[in-house]
């Protein structure tokens, strides 16, 4: 703090003439006050006054001044600021001179306008892409792939579009979440498709379509509604189904943008997925399963029905070979049909055959047989009570 008040004292005393280390008699015999008495006279004898640190040449002064005033010490300062070298008006920097001694600066703001006006009037298009060029502000023309050159700007302003690449869109979109149509027996089916488009007239896309991504948009669903509703809800879970409601969806975008006059060309559109709605998919699936067993039993049923009418027409067809055997010889043939058919009866039939006579009429000779065979029960002897 005593060093900042006594610099501050110094700067009052030069501000009001005198000086901070007295007069010039003092400078020289008080050396031991200020510690340069030996510089604080006239060195030489030339020279009266005190030294002044803020005058230039080191203090030494020949117009006899003894103090410096505020004037002095912004004497040499120059509207940009203090001087700092680089001669009496400080560093500066100007372009080199031509040969004749005049400025570069007219040529060089000529080669800027120059380079602007050929930047933006030559236009190269890309082999995909076309240009629309407007002329203060109004259509004149389009350009095609290639090097094309306009009227520098802002007199034409030029446009350049991809019109060969493909553009899909998705919907519905990531923040619009389900979308679910009515189908044609009211039933509620949720629906996502993509659709595959492009430019054909670019003066049209960009002069009569303000937002065509969303017309787009907008007309693809309004011809999906209008497609599932001629079908069934089968018919949108099945593969023909799908690709009948994909190529009339298609047909009925393009006939509406083009009676907009959009330059938009649909190459196609793709359903990606086709569900019930998420509050009835487990209805609806119990719904399949049913279906699916019906289905089943329905095939069983026919597989059966297949099976005895085969079985039916091969026995009429034997039943034909044994009439026609029948009439060529009735007698035999009617013998040898009784034959078969007592063989065939009495083979799965318990039968007991007695030619002895003195037997009794009745004798249920197969019961006594069948507990004959029947394994008899194992009796297990029981422990006797007692010591033993």
Do not use: C
């Amino acid at each position: 703090m005593d060093i900042f008040n006594g610099l501050k004292q110094r700067m009052g005393l030069a501000m009001a003439g005198k000086s901070p280390w007295g007069s010039g008699n003092n400078g020289a015999n008080g050396g031991g006050d200020s510690g340069d008495g030996d510089t604080g006279g006239s060195e030489g004898g030339g020279e009266s006054g005190p030294r002044n640190p803020w005058l230039p040449g080191g203090g030494k002064s020949s117009d006899g001044r003894r103090s410096a005033s505020i004037e002095d010490i912004f004497k040499n300062r120059g509207p940009e600021g203090p001087n700092r070298g680089g001669g009496p008006r400080g560093p500066s920097f100007n372009f080199p001179k031509r040969s004749g001694g005049k400025s570069w600066t007219p040529w060089i703001i000529i080669g800027v306008i120059a380079l602007a006006i050929f930047m933006t009037s030559t236009h190269l298009v890309g082999p995909k892409e076309q240009g629309v060029v407007k002329t203060l502000g109004s259509f004149t023309r389009t350009m095609n792939s290639g090097l094309n050159f306009s009227a520098p700007y802002p007199i034409e302003v030029v446009d350049i579009e991809d019109v060969q690449g493909v553009r899909a869109l998705n919907i519905p979109g990531s923040s619009e979440g389900v979308k679910l149509i009515l189908t044609g027996d009211q039933n509620l089916v949720d629906l996502s498709y993509i659709v595959r488009w492009n430019i054909k007239n670019l003066e049209q896309f960009k002069f009569r379509l303000v937002q065509p991504e969303e017309t787009v948009a907008e007309v693809a669903e309004a011809a999906m509604r209008a497609s599932i509703a001629e079908k069934q809800l089968d018919e949108t879970f099945s593969g023909q189904g799908r690709a009948a409601i994909e190529q009339n969806v298609r047909e009925r975008m393009q006939e509406v943008l083009d009676s907009y006059q959009a330059g938009i060309q649909v190459l196609g559109v793709e359903i990606e997925k086709a569900d019930p709605p998420a509050e009835v998919v487990d209805a609806f699936r119990d719904v399949q399963v049913a279906e699916q067993n019906a289905d089943a039993a329905r095939n069983q049923a026919q597989g059966y029905a297949q099976q005895v009418l085969a079985q039916a027409e091969g026995q009429a067809q034997a039943f034909d070979k044994v009439y026609e055997e029948y009439r060529l010889a009735p007698r035999v043939t009617r013998q040898r049909l009784y034959y078969e058919t007592m063989e065939r009866v009495l083979s799965q039939t318990d039968k007991t055959i007695i030619e002895t006579e003195g037997v009794t009429p009745y004798l249920p000779l197969p019961e006594i047989r069948k507990r004959a065979t029947a394994p008899q029960p194992i009796t297990v002897p029981q422990a006797q009570s007692g010591g033993n």
